[in-house]
Structure formats: structure tokens, C-alpha cells
């Protein structure tokens, strides 16, 4: 039986597509294979002065409820979305929030905790790596024990984090090079990592949760009365306000949509971040627009988001593979996005708009031709777990069988 070991940083605190997208692939790689999958999760905690700034964390635990960040630390491992992960902890200070986001020195101090830990994964036939620090960590085992490793990509880490930061560059053009296989979560994604560094690339798009289904019609109409929009379009954003998402954009978008649209329409801004209040702020000073804002959902609650949405808006300056497009989509919605990164992979053109001067005023337009009944049709037999996760077994099996 093989015995693989899964690593990656995420924050457990804050759980989205990233880290749903890695348990998904792990409990669907165990069931399949029958293989030992075991899952290491680095995860970031804040001291006391960072905790008085950001505020206290909490986890809720299917069974348990919420646990204090601090009583979590004494855990050596907790089980989400199904998956046990064992935790990797570092501490996060405001030195390190200024070290890694102010100057860009992660490279410098990040390495040092990583390598103390490459031990965890001695004995394993092959280590499965996502983004740079489970490659980081992986690469230093197979300097040591000579286990083989891959590395899955997942949108930031290659394009954004490493052009602007030039260290972090060098490391992953290393990490690129180094791993037996790099799988990407989109084409579009590979393609750029030739900007960075040369190896062995592939493509392999991530799978979409079952739970993301289209509900009958009774229960659709139940869901609308629940939250108040029967009788109502709605116009969802759905992601972290951040600026790579670009909700700078919504304001502007939001109000063009109820401008042109004759019939009754509200909006819904689903997720958090540090640009929120600016932009809840500019929304709600617009008269014109009804908006809900309801910060994070837990990823169980969002078939149901998507059950009440006509058309999800995606304004991002950047994606890896978008797969809540696949999502939405499945779930009944239309979406209209901006064309970058992964999005032609997943959305037919015509519902893709330029990032240009141009790109409010047509965003608008596109969304208000889906409100107004403009079909649309994805393929998206491409977005299947199983067909992934039988093409990672057939890579572990590739390394596994050449190490």
C-alpha cells in the first residue's frame, strides 16, 4: 500500500476555495485508492499583540463548536471537510507580517521554520506538495531521505506572489525545477510559470464538490422566500475583497446593473478582507442600490447562495482556475467575468469582458443580458473529481515507480 504525504500552509481560520480544492482531493484520492493519505497543514498563529489588533480567532467544529485559537494550539491535529490534518504551527508576529508583506523577506525567514520540519515526512513513498511552502518542505525531504515529490500550483503563487517579490521568484523557479511533476489548475497558469522557471508541467484542473447541484424548483422558491428576494433578480459576488479580486469594481458595476435593468434586483457581496468597509461604505452611500453584505460562509452554505443567484459577477485581475464559476453554474446561475488567468478554460467568451476602460460599462451590459434570459452553457465534465483524481494516482505511480 502506498503511503503518501499531503503538505500545504492555509488558513484554517478562513477556509475557501484553496483549501476546500486540497481536502476535496485528498479524501477523493483515499476513497479511490485505498492508499495512506496523510495530510500536514501549516498554519499560521497570531501572538497576543496580533490578536489584540485583528481580533481573537475561533474554529467551529462539526460536534464541538467553536475552539479558541489558543485551546487549537494544544491540538496536534484537527478533522475538516472530512480530512484529519495534522498541524504544522508558526507563530506570526507583527515582525513577520512586516518582514513578509512589507519587504518581501519571506524567503529568508520562512525557509529556516520549514526545514526543521522536513522530518514529519521521512518513510513516505511520495510527498505531495501545493504551492511554495509544501514544496519548500517537501524538496528538503528528498534531499534528505530521497523521497520523490510533486508540487500542485494553485493561482497567487505563481502569478502574482513570486513577480513581486524577486527572492521568492528565485525559490520558486528553484521548487519548479526540482519537483519530479508540477501540476497547474490551469493552462493559462502553466503558461505563465514559464516566466518564472523550466521543468516538468502539467494541467490538472481541480474537481467540483458534489454539493453544488441545482435544487428543484420547490426548493429554489423556498430558499428565495427565506431570504427575502422572491419576486427579486440577484447579482452575487462571491469571493475575498481583496484587490486581486477587484471589488473596487462593484460600486461602479452594481450601479450601471440597476441603471439599465428594469425589473427589481439585489445585490449580494458573499466574503471578507480588508477592503470591505471601503467598499460596503461607497455601496451603501448609493441610494439607488439594495445590497446584502454577508461576509464569510461556511462552504456548505454556499449551494444554497448559488440557488438564489441569477447571475454571479467575477471582476478578479487575476485567476488561477475559478472554479466558483464551475459552481455557480451548476447550481443554476449565470456568470459574467473578467478574461484573465484560467477564465476562458471555464466560461465561454462571450460571457468574458476585457480588463480595459471600457470594463464596467460592459460588465454591466453582460449582466443584465443574462437577467434579461440570454441562455448559457458550460461544459464542465472536465471539472470531475474522479476523473482528476485517477490522473494524480497515475502520476504518484509515475514518481513513485522511477524513485
Not at 483515499?30 to 501549516?42: N, P, S, V
Not at 525567514?109 to 511520495?126: N, Q, S
Not at 511552502?133 to 510533486?150: C, L, M, N, S, V
Request: with cysteine.
Amino acid at each position: 500500500m502506498r503511503r503518501v504525504a499531503v503538505i500545504f500552509e492555509e488558513n484554517i481560520f478562513d477556509r475557501k476555495g484553496s483549501f476546500n480544492a486540497k481536502c476535496a482531493r485528498i479524501k477523493h484520492l483515499a476513497e479511490l485508492t485505498g492508499w495512506q493519505i496523510d495530510a500536514f497543514c501549516i498554519q499560521l498563529y497570531q501572538d497576543a499583540f496580533v490578536s489584540s489588533l485583528l481580533g481573537r480567532r475561533s474554529l467551529d467544529i462539526p460536534g464541538e463548536g467553536g475552539i479558541s485559537e489558543k485551546a487549537l494550539r494544544k491540538r496536534g491535529s484537527v478533522t475538516l471537510n472530512g480530512v484529519k490534518l495534522s498541524l504544522i504551527w508558526k507563530n506570526y508576529s507583527i515582525l513577520d507580517h512586516f518582514l513578509f508583506y512589507k519587504l518581501g523577506l519571506r524567503p529568508v525567514c520562512y525557509p529556516r521554520f520549514l526545514k526543521r520540519h522536513a522530518d514529519l515526512l521521512k518513510g513516505y513513498d511520495v510527498i505531495a506538495a501545493h504551492s511554495f511552502a509544501g514544496g519548500f518542505i517537501a524538496r528538503e525531504a528528498q534531499r534528505r531521505f530521497g523521497i520523490p515529490f510533486y508540487i500542485t500550483w494553485h493561482g497567487s503563487d505563481i502569478h502574482t506572489t513570486p513577480f513581486k517579490h524577486p527572492q521568492i521568484k528565485e525559490l520558486t523557479a528553484e521548487l519548479i525545477r526540482d519537483a519530479k511533476i508540477n501540476c497547474f489548475v490551469s493552462r493559462n497558469l502553466m503558461d505563465v510559470s514559464d516566466q518564472i522557471g523550466q521543468g516538468n508541467k502539467t494541467v490538472l484542473y481541480n474537481g467540483c464538490d458534489e454539493r453544488f447541484v441545482r435544487y428543484s424548483e420547490d426548493g429554489r422558491a423556498e430558499l428565495r422566500r427565506e431570504f427575502g428576494v422572491q419576486g427579486k433578480k440577484v447579482v452575487t459576488f462571491a469571493g475575498n475583497l481583496l484587490s486581486v479580486k477587484n471589488p473596487e469594481s462593484l460600486p461602479g458595476i452594481f450601479h450601471e446593473v440597476r441603471r439599465l435593468f428594469h425589473g427589481d434586483v439585489e445585490f449580494w457581496v458573499v466574503g471578507d478582507g480588508r477592503l470591505r468597509s471601503t467598499i460596503e461604505a461607497q455601496i451603501n452611500a448609493d441610494s439607488t442600490l439594495s445590497c446584502r453584505f454577508w461576509g464569510n460562509m461556511p462552504p456548505e452554505r454556499m449551494p444554497e447562495i448559488f440557488n438564489c443567484t441569477d447571475v454571479l459577477v467575477l471582476p478578479s485581475k487575476n485567476e488561477g482556475l475559478p472554479l466558483v464559476i464551475v459552481e455557480a453554474v451548476r447550481c443554476g446561475a449565470c456568470v459574467v467575468a473578467s478574461m484573465v488567468g484560467g477564465v476562458p478554460e471555464v466560461l465561454d467568451q462571450k460571457f468574458a469582458v476585457e480588463l480595459d476602460e471600457n470594463f464596467t460599462a460592459r460588465m454591466a451590459e453582460k449582466i443584465v443580458d443574462c437577467l434579461e434570459g440570454e441562455p448559457q452553457s458550460l461544459d464542465l465534465d472536465k471539472f470531475d473529481w474522479r476523473r482528476t483524481v485517477k490522473e494524480e494516482m497515475r502520476i504518484i505511480e509515475k514518481i513513485a515507480g522511477n524513485s
